[in-house]
């Protein structure tokens, strides 16, 4: 075996182990409220079901149940997952019509060649599973419509802080309701 090819397999198999461990954390944690997480297939780590529970106090979408898919790369923690939204899709600015989730925790780490975040604000090895997700959680409370990946629901947002109509309500409220069955 080439010394290549063992370093990624011995980087696989650090990684998995990382990820079972970090997923027992998030199973044995009272403080993740609105989170659960499993695998999407029992015999691969690197794929998490994730269901985000957003509760009634949150501002625009209280009530939801939001459903993604967090892909893990071959080198974790130094790359970052990716989560894509399961439909129905949130409206957010933050998520892309194709459900990618786009925040800046999750970025890779290098310097941003829009010159837009700082490196700080990238991927760490330090972030968990954990702290991603309630950072998505966070991102539902108060959506940042300054980098937005959905430039409608982000014009919607901003037209509506600025005392525009509710249309971004209204289409954020048709989303909960497919979210929950109702639709």
Not at 67 to 89: G, L
Not at 93 to 121: F, M, Q, R, T, V
Not at 128 to 135: F, G
Request: hydrophobic share 35%; net charge negative; proline share 9%.
């Amino acid at each position: 075996m080439s010394a290549s090819r063992a370093t990624s397999s011995t980087q696989v198999t650090g990684a998995a182990r990382l990820l079972q461990r970090q997923l027992k954390e998030i199973h044995t944690s009272d403080d993740p409220s609105g989170i659960s997480v499993g695998l999407v297939n029992e015999s691969n780590v690197f794929e998490w079901n994730i269901s985000l529970m957003i509760n009634d106090d949150c501002k625009y979408y209280g009530g939801a149940s939001f459903h993604a898919v967090m892909t893990f790369p071959p080198e974790y923690p130094h790359m970052p997952p990716t989560i894509v939204f399961q439909n129905p899709v949130p409206f957010h600015p933050n998520i892309y019509p194709n459900g990618e989730l786009c925040i800046s925790i999750l970025h890779p780490p290098e310097e941003d060649k829009y010159g837009y975040e700082s490196a700080a604000e990238r991927w760490s090895p330090v972030q968990t599973p954990e702290t991603i997700l309630l950072s998505v959680l966070s991102l539902f409370n108060e959506p940042n419509d300054e980098s937005p990946a959905n430039l409608d629901a982000a014009k919607l947002l901003r037209a509506e802080r600025e005392g525009g109509p509710k249309e971004f309500r209204k289409r954020v409220r048709k989303c909960v309701r497919e979210s929950l069955g109702e639709d």
